[in-house]
């Protein structure tokens, strides 16, 4: 598993921050990936393709915010704290399994990708800055803090990101088709990064395609009832999903043959975005 880190000791806080080098979000998974600057999240049923990872998170399955759209899209703003969340999971298990430094990373990479293009939108709408929770996550990992500790510093992220979803932009769209969206997302960049996961030996795709996967599982496990109340061919479509993708990624821990089917796994993202369109 190869993972780059530069230290923190050498570079400080703020530089380190930005220059964190897990191969994945930084785009270094084979050439299908996209730095994340360059990319956007879009609404869901745009498509970032599958294989080919194209729309919503960019060509590689990550992904910055396209500002303007995540001020007045509940979609775009809770797919944007879902890239947050995505990586504080699969920061949390990957320190767990061991991967210590991985965990540092997958920490501070929201701060960078995603919270400081954010935090316009964040700060008007009342939502409070939590982006020093990431890096205080962050750091604790890098210090060899406890499994259980970083668990703790992973539930008050989550806390802060369940708070900020309530400060989401109001729209026609209802609850269901709001959340279905959001999912879609996730799993549409879980699939994408597999994909980019299976062109290297990189630890970095496989890790934040795994934290995809978490972050739809517990978005659905949040929102199930009032998706399958509204659309129950999208509830279907995404547990099928889900299933499939919980065998692409058994664990936080990149496993030595990734054998998923892709054309499965591309094709169940295709069928949870075109029942979320």
């Not at 947050?84 to 960078?112: C, I, K, N, W």
């Not at 900020?164 to 709001?178: I, L, N, Q, R």
């Not at 591309?266 to 975005?273: D, E, F, K, Y």
Request: hydrophobic share 40%; glycine share 14%; aromatic share 6%.
């Amino acid at each position: 598993m190869k993972v780059e880190l530069k230290t923190w000791s050498q570079l400080g806080v703020a530089t380190a921050l930005a220059g964190l080098t897990l191969a994945g979000c930084s785009g270094e998974a084979g050439d299908a990936g996209q730095s994340d600057e360059s990319a956007v999240v879009g609404t869901a049923g745009e498509g970032e393709g599958g294989e080919a990872g194209e729309g919503t998170g960019g060509e590689g399955g990550e992904g910055g915010v396209e500002i303007a759209a995540a001020g007045n899209d509940p979609v775009v703003y809770g797919s944007a704290l879902g890239i947050a969340e995505a990586h504080v999971l699969a920061a949390r298990d990957a320190y767990a399994a061991g991967q210590t430094e991985a965990g540092a990373e997958m920490f501070a990479h929201p701060v960078s990708e995603v919270l400081l293009e954010m935090q316009p939108v964040f700060a008007s709408r009342g939502v409070e800055d939590f982006s020093p929770l990431f890096t205080r996550a962050s750091e604790a990992a890098l210090k060899g803090a406890s499994a259980e500790k970083i668990a703790e510093q992973t539930d008050a992220i989550i806390a802060a990101l369940r708070k900020a979803e309530t400060k989401a932009p109001a729209s026609d769209a209802s609850a269901g088709k709001v959340a279905g969206g959001i999912v879609a997302d996730q799993i549409e960049r879980a699939v994408a990064m597999y994909a980019q996961a299976r062109e290297s030996t990189n630890y970095g795709p496989y890790l934040d395609g795994y934290g995809y996967f978490k972050a739809a599982t517990a978005t659905y496990e949040r929102s199930g009832g009032a998706i399958k109340g509204e659309n129950a061919n999208l509830a279907s479509r995404i547990e099928a999903a889900l299933k499939l993708l919980g065998k692409a990624y058994p664990g936080a821990l990149r496993p030595d043959t990734l054998d998923a089917e892709q054309g499965a796994l591309s094709g169940a993202s295709a069928g949870v975005l075109l029942a979320a369109s």
